[in-house]
């Protein structure tokens, strides 16, 4: 096993990666902004290294930086954690022409994926289903427009090098297409250096759900079940739980069936999700590859007792993974919430210092944190300052207790979107286990801006 890895990431993600490693008995590398500088995964870390200014551009993405403290501590690995550098293939092949191991999907498996577009021929090869839709980048708005009307309005806009949904949009007839295209075009060259853009049916009533994979080095692909993530705002998960409660078994056994099929035929190796759109009738469609570690990896953890990050690890030195699909066994319900420093209604950006920060405590309930009472949620990155996990033998068991440590989560100082996580998991629509993409919008805002939340 590595004797020390270097985590080139910051925040809850830092701080898990940190926690298996130590249970390994591996050494680790953190590195760090100067506005993290006094962050827990610096403090937790072996040993701690500045590279750089706060915006990521010079520091957190700054490849150079990073693989000069690895050789300088002697780091023999690299974790990417997620976001950031996790799938960028360029970065995945530095590490690996400086002689390091890259925790994760070799560089061209991720360059495959990272294409929205490729990944969709890729799948469609895979004999894995795909939405209708073209293969092809779409030239201007003409052809965009033509496309469309071939494949019947409303259709998704999308951007192949796309996230987060940057670059997307669900479009209703031409006149919204032409208005949106240009937009969306010159939106995914800004943040992606890529405005190569896509179309694709729209799904009706789609429900997210994603399966993930295990895959060593020696040719074994395991899928360690689902996760239901339907529960969205602005095209980015929130709420996330497993097993999924709206799929049925049959439909179960056929996605894990198509995810193993979809590894196999890249060629997959480490840690990585398989997501899917499910429609009403539970028809299920390739949506992208994720070639990382997820942020709603607690949930799968919590149900199947397999830690992701300590398997990544294993494969990643070259282990054969020790357990089969037919041995993994789920137990229970567990959900996961994205705790924000935001508006619980406009979803904006609240930086600033945590006055108080008191967490919930009880069996069944796990917290992934990256800030402590007296942390200051900078503006420089993403705002989310943790996940609360909650598992019980029972969804309806999990929904109470997910309730109760909402009621009792303290974050003062700053806003945080506890509100609208507590009014969505006690809703009745949640409860009843079907919720689809669209559920913020048709449930949580309109309450919400009526009440002045």
């Keep these: 096993m590595f004797k020390k890895v270097l985590i080139a990431n910051r925040g809850e993600i830092a701080r898990r990666i940190i926690r298996t490693c130590k249970k390994l008995g ?10 993290d500088a006094e962050s827990l995964h610096v403090k937790e870390a072996t040993e701690s290294y500045c590279i750089g200014k706060p915006p990521v551009l010079h520091s957190y993405l700054n490849i150079e930086a990073i693989l000069n403290v690895a050789k300088q501590s002697g780091a023999e690995a690299i974790h990417p954690g997620y976001g950031l550098l996790s799938e960028n293939a360029s970065f995945a092949k530095r590490v690996e022409e400086a002689g390091l191991t890259f925790i994760g999907p070799t560089s061209e498996v991720i360059q495959a994926m990272g294409s929205k577009l490729e990944a969709r021929k890729t799948m469609e090869e895979a004999g ?5 839709g073209v293969n092809e980048p779409i030239a201007d708005t003409d052809e965009a427009a033509k496309i469309a009307s071939d494949i019947g ?56 759900v994603e399966v993930q994979v295990l895959a060593d080095t020696h040719g074994n692909v395991v899928p360690v079940f689902e996760r239901e993530c339907s529960i969205q705002r602005r095209n980015q998960k929130v709420v996330e739980e497993a097993p999924s409660p709206f799929i049925s078994e049959e439909t179960r056994q056929k996605m894990l069936d198509a995810a193993v099929d979809a590894a196999k ?102 917290h992934e944190v990256a800030v402590e009472t007296g942390s200051n949620v900078t503006p420089f990155y993403d705002p989310m300052i943790g996940k609360l996990i909650v598992f019980a033998p029972t969804r ?8 109760e440590a909402l009621r009792n989560y303290v974050v003062e100082g700053i806003e945080t979107n506890i509100p609208m996580l507590l009014e969505t998991v006690t809703h009745p629509q949640f409860l009843t286990g079907i919720t689809t993409t669209k559920f913020v919008e048709e449930y949580y805002l309109p309450k919400a801006t009526a009440v002045g939340k």
């Design 128 to 132: 894995v289903p795909i939405v209708q």
């Design 396 to 403: 309806e068991e999990a929904c109470s207790k997910l309730a």
């Design 26 to 35: 591996i050494e680790t590398v953190a590195v760090y902004s100067e506005a």
């Design 265 to 366: 035929h890249i060629g997959y190796t480490n840690a990585g999700t398989i997501e899917f759109l499910v429609d009403r009738d539970q028809n299920f469609y390739f949506l992208e590859m994720n070639t990382r570690l997820q942020v709603e990896h607690p949930v799968t953890e919590e149900i199947t007792g397999i830690d992701l990050v300590e398997q990544q690890l294993k494969v990643a030195n070259g282990e054969v993974l020790s357990f089969t699909r037919e041995n993994i066994v789920k137990k229970g319900h567990a959900i996961e919430v994205r705790i924000y420093a935001e508006n619980p209604v406009s979803f904006f950006p609240s930086p600033g210092a945590i006055k108080h920060l008191q967490l919930p405590e009880g069996e069944g309930i796990r």
């Design 153 to 208: 309005y409303p259709v998704m806009l999308k951007a192949s090098a796309g996230g987060g949904g940057i670059g997307m949009q669900l479009v209703n007839n031409e006149e919204e297409l032409r208005k949106a295209f240009e937009g969306n075009q010159k939106r995914a060259q800004s943040f992606f250096g890529d405005g190569t853009m896509f179309i694709e049916k729209f799904i009706a009533e789609p429900h997210h």
